[in-house]
Structures are given as C-alpha cells and as structure tokens.
C-alpha cells in the first residue's frame, strides 16, 4: 500500500514544493503524536478542564493544551513556516522569520467530547503567506488542507489541491492510503444539524429541514463533532448545516480560517459543495483569524437545494 511520504514524493516538484513536503510530513507526525495522547488520556491524567479560558471564551481541557503544542512543534521544525495561527491563541506566531507557508489549524475540534470518548479531530490549512498581512487569504487560495479524524481508527485526510486522499494510521505507525480520490456522493438522505437551535433558523433552513423530515427515508446524524460529522459525510454522504442566526445571515458557531475553509477546500475537491448562505466559503474574503461564518457543504445536490431556495430569498427581498 502508497505510504502517506511516498505520496507526497510522487507530487513534489509538480503539485507540491520541496518545503510543503516537509511540511506535510511534520503535520502527519504531529497527528501521530496527539492520536496517541488521546487513546490514553484517562491513564495519564489528560481529561476534564483546565482553569484557562481561549479567545473563543471556551474552557480549555488539557488537551486542548497539549495538541496545540505538538502542532506548534511541527510548525517549529519546518523552516519555511512563516506564521502559525490556532484556534487556541489570540493573534498569529510568529515561527521563522524568512519563511514563506502560514499554516493555520485547530488543534483539537470538537474537544468537548473527549471525555465521552467520541471521535475529535485536528484540522489544518497551509497557505502562501511571508508577512502576517498576507494570512487572512479567501479559501480558493489554500495550497492544502486536511483533517485527522482520531476515532476508532486514525485517518489523514488530505488535499494537497486535486483530489482527496485518506490514509490509515497503521499499528506501526504508518499512514497508509485506503481511499485514493474520495468522491462525496452528489445525493443524499442524510442531514446533520443541531435541532436544538431551530428558533435560530431562518426560513430557509426550517422550510429545508421540514421537508427532509417530511420525507420518507430521511434521516439525522449530529455528533457535535464537526470532524467526525465530516468524515461520515465522506465516506456515505449527506450534508452538514451550522446554519446562521436568522438575525444575523453572516453569523455562524464555526470559525471561517481553521474550519470552514479546510473542510470547505477538502469538500469541493471530492466533488461536493460548501457554501455560507449564498455565498460559496471558499469566496469569503476574511476579515479577522478567528471570524465565524455560516456553514452548509456535503452532498453537491442536496446542498443545491440550499442555495437555490437563498437565491429565490434573495430575488423576491428586491
Ligand atoms: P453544538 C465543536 O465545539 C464544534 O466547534 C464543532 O466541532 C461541532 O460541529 C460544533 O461545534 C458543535 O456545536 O452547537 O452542537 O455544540
């Protein structure tokens, strides 16, 4: 089987640089070490809550802590990151002065459910950037994304532009691809949402989520874990709403940088679609790090549906 390093060497030089791979091999070491500090986090005293609070205003757990540290680490180790920005600290870090890759992650998403034992994950993003200036880049212009998904098995997903590659973390510690070019299916019956936040839809989603449940052979999933919804999507299908307050059409739970716009970039590669509203979220042109937007992808057909019903919002608003 393609081990995770031979991939990247068969793309160096055409999709990907020489620096990027040394990149990506720190990232895929990095998610190696925190797949291991979650699977014995109970034995080493890694759970509950730490007394700090990020500037997301969420209370930090340890590892939270932890993760950020060792994707701090990988970003340290590979001379031409210019920048890390985390979802757990307020402004970028500055990494290496003359480096020329931003690399922009959340450590650990989904982290309020480690003590359940439910799937998280780590979501990272790396794009062009030799100045601080230059991080807040739309999402079209990501050079990779990926995710590592740390449930009952360890994945790698990954994007490095054309196509999605996932890799299994094997017992002796090598990533090894399972899934060559993964394709979202275009339909679905499957949604994912936080029913209980409906008084906050507007009439699109409710009139959206309505029908689905109006609809023989429907059905919902919501882990609360946004990697772990994802992966599902990728692997079966279906289409994940954290939709906007209906007061607020650009609000949104998920932040645009180390979310949206990975996920968004991995989605659109596997040929499905991601949009905030009606607005594809690899078009958002950011406006701060740690900004939240509205999020909607999966099925490219079911998320259609989403966008055509804006569209008509929007024409019948004039
Ligand atoms: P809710 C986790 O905190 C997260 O950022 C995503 O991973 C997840 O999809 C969402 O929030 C869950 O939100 O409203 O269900 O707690």
Redesign the pocket.
């Known amino acids: 089987m393609t081990t995770f390093e031979a991939y990247l060497d068969s793309h160096t030089g055409t999709l990907l640089t020489e620096e990027l791979v040394v990149v990506l091999r720190n990232i895929s070491e990095a998610t190696r070490q925190i797949s291991d500090k979650l699977r014995s986090s109970s034995l080493s005293g890694l759970t509950g809550t730490t007394d700090a609070i990020n500037v997301q205003g969420e209370t930090q757990k340890p590892l939270d802590l932890v993760s950020n540290e060792i994707m701090l680490e990988a970003c340290r180790t590979s001379p031409s990151v210019s920048f890390a920005v985390s979802e757990e600290l307020d402004v970028e870090v500055p990494i290496h002065a003359d480096g020329k890759y931003a690399v922009i992650f959340d450590p650990l998403?989904?982290s309020?459910n480690l003590d359940v034992n439910v799937t998280v994950g780590t979501i990272f993003s790396i794009v062009e950037a030799s100045a601080a200036t230059h991080v807040l880049k739309c999402g079209r212009k990501q050079l990779v994304s990926g995710y590592a998904a740390y449930g009952p098995q360890t994945h790698l997903v990954l994007t490095i532009g054309k196509g999605v590659q996932i890799f299994t973390l094997s017992g002796q510690g090598d990533y090894l691809l399972t899934t060559a070019d993964a394709r979202i299916a275009s339909e679905t019956k499957e949604f994912a949402i936080?029913a209980a936040?409906r008084p906050s839809w507007d009439e699109v989603i409710v009139a959206y989520i309505d029908a689905a449940t109006d609809t023989p052979g429907y059905n919902m999933r919501?882990v609360?874990?946004?990697?772990a919804?994802t992966h599902r999507i990728f692997n079966r299908g279906g289409i994940f709403l954290?939709p906007a307050d209906r007061n607020k059409p650009t609000s949104g739970?998920?932040r645009l940088l180390y979310?949206a716009n990975p996920i968004g970039f991995l989605v659109e590669a596997a040929g499905g679609a991601a949009i905030a509203g009606n607005t594809p979220i690899l078009d958002i042109e950011p406006t701060s790090l740690h900004q939240r937007v509205p999020v909607i992808f999966g099925s490219r057909n079911e998320v259609a549906k989403i966008s055509e019903a804006y569209k008509v919002q929007s024409l019948e608003a004039v």
């Open positions: 998403d989904g309020s936080n936040r919501w609360g874990s946004m990697v919804d954290y739970r998920l979310e």
